[in-house]
């Protein structure tokens, strides 16, 4: 990632990634400068579209933006197009890694946006595709996804990714489990039987299938473990 802090005023450059190229452009001088980086997917669409992002960027933000564009740039959809994200926010919650816990259901904001915090960061989704990442009231991370590709998963993903760089060291290792579906129905056996398996699941990305919840809660307390064992001082 070229050193940004670095770049004039007015001044271009870009930046190639394994899932495109992002470019950067400086504006503002004097205390008030800014960054617009666009991310381009390598196959352009028929009419020469290959934007599929927009970020502004501050200067505290600098630090995180090489990390943060990568992400974005290899969640992007294939295809760039003029229409808008086909993402609910509602959904881009409910599928986000970087999550405590859904029990108190999806609540939305007046103007149809979706936020939810982890310890250090939040997170907040809009209809129209952006996204804005913040630090505890001081880095922010903000992202206008562009084209109908971008779907809930990969929205969530870019979500994810800006949480995972600002958040609390204690917030990349944030578990929950499954609800087992419990007595139902079934065909199979003519009769009712018992489904006890749960999810255990990490905001790391970490997930594994246990036979009940009781093993699903030891499976991630040891992936707990083993994390914060291998982690950097």
């Known amino acids: 990632m070229p050193g940004l802090i670095l770049l004039a005023p007015g001044e271009t450059t870009e930046f190639p990634t394994g899932h495109g190229r992002i470019r950067f452009r400086k504006y503002g001088r004097d205390g008030r400068e800014f960054i617009r980086a666009a991310v381009h997917v390598e196959e352009p669409s028929v009419d020469g579209e290959s934007r599929v992002a927009l970020a502004t960027l501050r200067p505290d933000a600098y630090p995180y933006a090489g990390a943060w564009l990568a992400a974005v740039a290899e969640h992007a959809p294939a295809a760039a197009d003029h229409r808008n994200p086909e993402a609910a926010p509602a959904s881009v919650r409910l599928l986000a890694e970087m999550t405590r816990t859904h029990a108190n259901g999806v609540p939305r904001h007046s103007d149809g946006s979706v ?3 982890v310890p250090g960061a939040s997170a907040r989704v809009w209809p129209d595709g952006r996204v804005e990442v913040q630090r505890a009231g001081c880095v922010v991370l903000a992202v206008r996804l562009e084209g109908s590709g971008w779907d809930s ?3 969530a993903a870019v ?3 800006g949480l995972r760089l600002l958040c609390a060291p ?3 290792h944030m578990t929950r489990t499954s609800e087992p579906s419990g007595w139902a129905w079934s ?3 003519a009769g009712r039987s018992f489904d006890g ?3 255990a699941v990490c ?3 970490w997930r594994v299938m246990a036979a009940s919840r009781l093993g699903a809660r030891g499976a991630a307390a040891e992936h707990v473990r083993k ?3 291998v982690a950097p001082c």
Request: one cysteine or more.
């Open 203 to 205: 905001s790391c990305g």
């Open 227 to 229: 994390a914060v064992a």
């Open 115 to 117: 936020s939810w915090s």
């Open 170 to 172: 204690e917030a990349r």
């Open 197 to 199: 398996a749960s999810e």
């Open 153 to 155: 998963a990969r929205v």
């Open 159 to 161: 979500a994810d990714a």
């Open 187 to 189: 065909s199979l056996w």
